[in-house]
């Protein structure tokens, strides 16, 4: 598992990829929870190369879009393969979470230039 | 898919379930499994050892083994995860409620009812002094091995 981030005027981006799992879910709930912190408005988690995830790692998502969303903010995520896809379907994550097919999608929905200057 | 079985035993430790990934993913190629089928099974069966090591912590006598079997058919696989702990069923486990909105979903649970909806079929039983859980996932993708 790897995270790397790339903190925006308006979001803050992640990549996550390889495996999150039980032995790796405590290391993204820091990594991600740092972010958390000091994202302003929108965290962005882009997982096209997320390739596996479990129900630990999916406690880490929806414990960082609550807190997110308490403080005001968003935790959005995009680019999901189908496997991860069919898995935060099956727990209702579609519903509850802010999904985008791609990154291009999310950027402009999330933090659309024009939209800030108005 | 190439007809064919498995199994192996497992320590009662978390890293395990690295190996566990490590042997369905390999049992998927050598029988031709396809691939989305291999995910969800890597999936339920780390989901379900993980559910054994974790509740095995706090039981007298705890779990000393844990065996995994792996079998397919054309058709289907079948997955057996069995162990020596005390009686424990997590299909018992509450469902958690998948429509609640995201300030009331609680973060537990959701390991078993990935298992529950991503498997065909998963059943329980106490055989003896030992838990059985079996799992059967159909695959209707053609296989690119067909057998006379």
């Not at chain 2, 029988?31 to 969800?40: A, I, K, N, R, Y």
């Not at chain 2, 979903?105 to 065909?120: A, E």
Request: proline share 5%; net charge negative; aromatic share 4%.
């Amino acid at each position: 598992m790897t995270l790397e981030s790339e903190i925006l005027p308006d979001l803050t981006l992640a990549k996550l990829s390889g495996q999150v799992d039980t032995l790796t879910a405590a290391e993204l709930e820091m990594k991600l929870g740092d972010l958390a912190e000091v994202t302003k408005r929108a965290l962005l988690v882009d997982c096209s190369d997320l390739t596996y995830i479990n129900s630990a790692g999916l406690r880490v998502f929806l414990i960082v879009a609550k807190k997110m969303e308490t403080a005001g903010g968003l935790c959005a995520f995009c680019s999901l393969t189908p496997n991860v896809r069919l898995v935060f379907e099956t727990i209702g994550f579609d519903r509850i979470l802010k999904l985008y097919e791609n990154r291009a999608v999310a950027l402009e929905q999330i933090a659309p230039p024009q939209a800030q200057a108005a | 898919m190439r007809p064919g079985s498995l199994s192996t035993k497992l320590n009662v430790h978390l890293r395990e379930t690295e190996l566990v990934g490590k042997i369905v993913r390999e049992f998927g190629q050598w029988h031709d499994v396809p691939e989305q089928t291999v995910f969800l099974v890597k999936l339920s069966l780390d989901e379900l050892v993980t559910n054994i090591v974790v509740h095995s912590a706090g039981q007298i006598p705890c779990v000393r083994e844990i065996v995994l079997r792996l079998t397919t058919n054309q058709h289907e696989l079948w997955a057996e995860v069995e162990d020596d702990g005390c009686a424990f069923n997590p299909l018992d486990l509450p469902i958690p409620d998948v429509a609640a909105p995201l300030q009331e979903r609680s973060p537990g649970g959701l390991g078993i009812h990935l298992v529950r909806s991503l498997m065909d079929r998963v059943n329980y039983k106490r055989v003896g002094q030992r838990n059985l859980l079996v799992l059967s996932k159909k695959v209707t993708q053609p296989s690119a091995v067909e057998l006379p």
